[in-house]
């Protein structure tokens, strides 16, 4: 049983990360006092809620033990510390099995929009990261070509069972059920709106239905179930509202899933766009997240470093549709995995470029990454800005995030200033908040370029859209 005692409305005590509290309220504000903390720490509601969760528990916070948030702790889970073994020092991306799967049905049959949006997701990862991480699926089998042309490039994650059910399912149950919470609920309302339909909700019970992949339906792309799932205009209701809901309920989870797995590798995540939705409110908190690290972080850094200012971690950056470019270079549906690996040495410029900045990154401002992101079309390999033109030229949007949740790493960084000196206060922020290059396509956007690339899907598949 949990260390965890109720003085009165106002006043607990409690074990936190191995340290006696007091956790007082008073008004509206939050603080939290003890033999170990110099000083009392203020408390804003999220950090003041996720000290609550923890002083509650009879077991350690999975994200504590698998992202190394405790400060008086620096090993991770030893089921992490193997995977993140596996992924190594190369700066990578974690992509969803079902899109790769989706995308390698697109180049050898007919292909669906979504199935065009999963190869332009594909084609994306492969040139704008240096190592592409699938987890491993039956429907690996087919890709002997990738696998030939650009085998130093892809990484398939291997884990046995025992840290699906184990690590993984603990990590993950607990962010699927407040994915599915009553209203409000940022996800829902993501869905509702992306779909039109005020009536859409998620099902708690798929979780435990659903979730066992690969075991219970590996290899399936989820474009599969999209082609049939989709609205075709009419209002959903019935048992197509429940079809639809259950679907999405589905990708929910998949996209939480894979992107906690990511954050316990160290690297982001790029979803399926049939996803979007959901990472769209995944990622907008990591932005907040990495606001408040950097925040304190001012209070802890060198004296010369930049107080981080209010502007968001997000800016447009024009880039050509890669798809599209790589389809100007393809004779035949054969051809696609050598030209992504023609499109990767000429990207290879850009992509040094930001591994150089992230590993030099000192905390500093969104303004810097602003100042950043002018001078990447000076990185750009001659001949793709008329591509751009000619392909209709997607716009990205870069964002610099960390992938923790908001208030159990402010929690876990105002600890740190607590516990440690300031030298190494500061090393075990770098070391845990250094910030990722996320790439995110509007898929508004994305699906308006292949409208304009239709001729060259006529040539290469010899289909026009219906």
Not at 320 to 337: H, K, S
Not at 365 to 390: D, F, N, V
Request: proline share 6%; with cysteine; glycine share 6%.
């Amino acid at each position: 049983m949990p260390n965890f005692q109720r003085i009165d409305d106002a006043n607990f005590t409690f074990d936190l990360l191995g340290s006696n509290v007091l956790f007082t309220r008073k008004e509206n504000a939050w603080s939290i006092t003890g033999p170990d903390l110099p000083s009392p720490i203020n408390l804003d509601a999220p950090d003041a809620n996720a000290a609550m969760v923890i002083g509650q528990r009879s077991i350690p916070h999975p994200d504590i033990i698998n992202l190394g948030l405790d400060p008086r702790r620096d090993a991770l889970a030893s089921d992490v510390t193997f995977l993140r073994t596996q992924v190594g020092e190369t700066e990578s991306v974690l992509l969803d099995t079902t899109t790769l799967a989706s995308a390698i049905l697109a180049l050898k049959w007919r292909p669906s929009p979504a199935s065009l949006l999963d190869l332009s997701t594909v084609t994306n990862a492969f040139i704008l990261y240096d190592q592409v991480i699938v987890q491993d699926s039956a429907r690996l089998s087919d890709m002997h070509q990738v696998l030939i042309t650009l085998k130093n490039v892809i990484k398939i994650l291997e884990y046995d069972r025992s840290i699906v059910s184990g690590t993984l399912w603990t990590a993950n149950v607990e962010a699927a059920n407040a994915a599915t919470k009553e209203a409000p609920n940022p996800i829902v309302d993501a869905w509702r709106e992306f779909f039109g339909n005020n009536y859409i909700s998620l099902n708690r019970s798929i979780w435990d239905r659903e979730q066992d992949s690969p075991a219970g339906w590996d290899g399936v792309p989820a474009s599969y179930y999209f082609g049939n799932s989709l609205p075709s205009g009419a209002p959903v209701k019935g048992e197509a509202l429940r079809s639809l809901n259950d679907f999405l309920s589905v990708q929910t989870i998949r996209t939480i899933f894979n992107d906690n797995l990511a954050a316990m590798l160290g690297v982001p995540y790029i979803p399926t766009s049939i996803r979007s939705p959901v990472y769209s409110v995944l990622l907008s908190q990591k932005i907040v997240t990495q606001h408040l690290a950097d925040r304190l972080l001012g209070q802890i850094g060198p004296p010369l470093l930049e107080t981080p200012n209010a502007t968001p971690y997000v800016a447009e950056l024009s880039v050509p549709f890669l798809l599209g470019v790589a389809f100007t270079r393809m004779e035949c549906l054969d051809d696609y995995w050598k030209a992504v690996e023609g499109l990767r040495n000429s990207f290879a410029p850009l992509r040094e470029r930001i591994s150089a900045d992230r590993d030099q990154w000192q905390g500093r401002s969104g303004a810097y990454l602003s100042e950043y992101l002018k001078h990447l079309r000076g990185y750009l390999p001659p001949g793709l800005q008329m591509a751009q033109e000619a392909a209709s030229g997607a716009g990205s949007l870069v964002s610099v995030a960390s992938p923790l949740g908001g208030g159990l790493a402010d929690l876990a960084i105002k600890l740190a200033r607590a516990w440690k000196t300031t030298e190494k206060a500061y090393a075990w922020y770098l070391k845990r908040f250094r910030p990722y290059i996320h790439v995110v396509v509007e898929m508004a956007t994305e699906a308006k370029s292949l409208r304009a690339v239709e001729n060259e899907v006529d040539r290469l598949w010899g289909v026009k859209w219906t």
